[in-house]
Nanobody, 134 residues
Framework: EVQLQASGGGLVQAGGSLRLSCTAS????????IGWFRQAPGKEREWVSCINRADGRVYYKESAKGRFTISRDNAKKTVYLQMAYLKPEDTAVYYC???????????????????????????WGRGTLVTVSS
């Protein structure tokens, strides 16, 4: 059975850092491209970052660029999201998701940000809560 498990969330002060992990079971993480999403209270789920399966190219939502770093360790079947300079608006449940295709299905929004629809992913992990206090 294909499963993902996100972990590493917690409570951190604004300006602090956290590293989230997304561990795969039932498949190897390099067989999939992995995306990170988040859902803040009362808001819709939004895409945050993605790493290509084929070439390791990475993509970030504008608000995450320069602060978040996505990476993968195929030997550990794990994809990481290193988050730095956290802000209260980063507070959300963070989810990782997997897609068998090689490339992240990145879209350009009307305001020239990047985005990926959650429908592009068919395997989701349970989320991990990140709370950033001001």
């Amino acid at each position: 059975e294909v499963q993902l498990q996100a972990s590493g969330g917690g409570l951190v002060q604004a300006g602090g850092s956290l590293r989230l992990s997304c561990t795969a079971s039932g498949f190897t993480s390099d067989d999939y491209q992995i995306g990170w999403f988040r859902q803040a209270p009362g808001k819709e789920r939004e895409w945050v970052s993605c790493i290509n399966r084929a070439d390791g190219r990475v993509y970030y939502k504008e608000s995450a660029k320069g602060r978040f770093t996505i990476s993968r360790d195929n030997a550990k079947k794990t994809v990481y999201l290193q988050m730095a300079y956290l802000k209260p608006e980063d507070t959300a449940v963070y989810y990782c998701a997997a897609d068998k295709r090689e490339l992240c299905r990145v879209l350009i929004t009307p305001d020239l940000d990047l985005d990926i629809r959650s429908e592009e992913y068919d395997t989701w992990g349970r989320g991990t809560l990140v709370t950033v206090s001001s």
